[in-house]
């Protein structure tokens, strides 16, 4: 039971321009999303969240788009650096409850 | 910036025995939890606790599994009799205001 789909394993982008993650979810009681980045053998990194009310959240070069009526959303980074490779998680929860992990998409951002 | 701390960062064990993982959740956070992640595979929810006591648990979480907040700042969690299949990287997470933020992870090892 799949409630939360990253389809995309890995991605590569160029050093400088946009990565795009994308997220789909099943679960309508989900009312908060977060995006998490991770390192082999580390703990999940919070990058940036964003609520249901909202559909845009911006944070330096991380912005993150939600459409519910879809149920997607979607991470941008811009511009990419070769730093941001690792493997990205988009997860979801209902408000102070477990949070629900998609499988990962791996970005590789070629110098 | 205040974080989640976790000991040991690897512990290797026999089948049958007692661990004990330990976490340091962030001081004012009100809610937490354990994840576990099996190598290739994503992040799981184990548990969550709040107001000293368990306040949800997967199926993975079962009679073996246990956790205790035994004073005002360790958080930890206890499998009495390590399955070979136990073996993961654990995670501890925190929140306050529905991010949560995670430890650096324990990678349990059982022979």
């Known amino acids: 039971d799949q409630q939360v789909k990253q389809n995309s394993p890995s991605l590569s982008v160029q050093e400088g321009r946009i990565s795009i993650l994308n997220c789909d979810y099943t679960n309508s009681m989900f009312d908060y999303f977060l995006w998490y980045k991770k390192y082999p053998a580390e703990g999940p990194t919070f990058l940036i969240s964003i609520s249901s009310i909202k559909d845009k959240n911006e944070d330096g070069r991380f912005t993150v788009f939600l459409n519910k009526s879809a149920k997607h959303l979607s991470l941008h980074i811009v511009p990419s650096q070769p730093g941001d490779s690792a493997v990205y998680f988009c997860?979801?929860?209902?408000?102070?409850?477990?949070?629900?992990f998609g499988t990962g998409t791996k970005l590789q951002v070629i110098p | 910036e205040p974080e989640v701390t976790q000991t040991p960062s690897h512990q290797v064990t026999q089948m049958g025995q007692e661990v004990i993982l330990r976490c340091v959740p962030i001081s004012n956070h009100l809610y937490f939890y354990w994840y576990r992640q099996i190598l290739g595979q994503k992040v799981e929810f184990l548990v969550s606790f709040y107001n000293n006591e368990i306040s949800e648990k997967s199926e993975i979480f079962d009679d073996q599994f246990s956790v205790e907040r035994p004073d005002g700042s360790n958080f930890t969690l206890k499998i009495r009799s390590t399955k070979l299949e136990d073996s993961a990287m654990y995670f501890c997470?925190?929140?306050?205001?529905?991010?949560?933020?995670f430890g650096p992870g324990t990678r349990l090892l059982v022979l």
């Open positions: 997470a925190s929140d306050r205001e529905e991010t949560q933020y």
């Open positions: 997860a979801a929860t209902g408000g102070y409850q477990k949070v629900t």
